[in-house]
T-cell receptor, first 112, second 113 residues
Framework: DGGITQSPKYLFRKEGQNVTLSCEQNLNHDAMYWYRQDPGQGLRLIYY???????QKGDIAEGYSVSREKKESFPLTVTSAQKNPTAFYLC???????????FGQGTRLTVV | AQSVTQLDSQVPVFEEAPVELRCNYSSSVSVYLFWYVQYPNQGLQLLLKYLSGSTLVKGINGFEAEFNKSQTSFHLRKPSVHISDTAEYFC???????????FGDGTTLTVKP
């Protein structure tokens, strides 16, 4: 079955720690995206990548980092510089760009 | 830059009644328009999309939407809702080749028996 897999589904982090969220797709899509979702605020774009080894900042990139070493994988690191990291994180992919996005099931990150 | 406004944050409706979820957008160039549905603690699923052609678009689960260029709207409709339609609905617009979508803040549809 083709799709996007995010792991873990739930993640707890202590303040001051970095944490990496996994996103893997087997849809052979070129573009991948990371969104953050907070209650009542819709989805906000963190980073996106159109091709391997290239990525661009979205609207709220501060405190986050990404890599795109393989077409299938687009991990997101939430660093200790992110002041309010507790949120629901969604990974998506699309191909070609402009087409609809396919979403993973999300990772809920809680800072304790 | 483009923007999306979902005019209703919450829409309560009784089962088997019709429903309309409103979405307006702003953009100076041509757009692609989407409606997605999200069930609790899950990702988003595509309901329907408008890329070009006919302005009336039919999607899954009996939903449809009409693209109105002059009013810059893309309202979502269903003639008769079911309890299972209770979910969060997002309108989204894409204008550039990067495929970045701008999302509205969402509308919570609650279907009551």
């Amino acid at each position: 079955d083709g799709g996007i897999t995010q792991s873990p589904k739930y993640l707890f982090r202590k303040e001051g720690q970095n944490v990496t969220l996994s996103c893997e797709q087997n849809l052979n899509h070129d573009a991948m995206y990371w969104y953050r979702q907070d209650p009542g605020q819709g989805l906000r774009l963190i980073y996106y990548s159109q091709i391997v080894n290239d990525f661009q900042k979205g609207d709220i990139a501060e405190g986050y980092s990404v890599s795109r070493e393989k077409k299938e994988s687009f991990p997101l690191t939430v660093t200790s510089a992110q002041k309010n990291p507790t949120a629901f994180y969604l990974c998506a992919s699309s191909s070609p760009p402009g087409a609809e996005a396919f979403f993973g099931q999300g990772t809920r990150l809680t800072v304790v | 830059a483009q923007s999306v406004t979902q005019l209703d944050s919450q829409v309560p409706v009784f089962e088997e009644a019709p429903v309309e979820l409103r979405c307006n957008y702003s953009s100076s160039v041509s757009v692609y328009l989407f409606w997605y549905v999200q069930y609790p603690n899950q990702g988003l699923q595509l309901l329907l999309k408008y890329l070009s052609g006919s302005t009336l678009v039919k999607g899954i689960n009996g939903f449809e939407a009409e693209f109105n260029k002059s009013q810059t709207s893309f309202h979502l409709r269903k003639p008769s809702v079911h309890i299972s339609d209770t979910a969060e609905y997002f309108c989204a617009v894409t204008v550039d080749n990067a495929g970045k979508s701008t999302f509205g803040d969402g509308t919570t549809l609650t279907v009551k028996p």
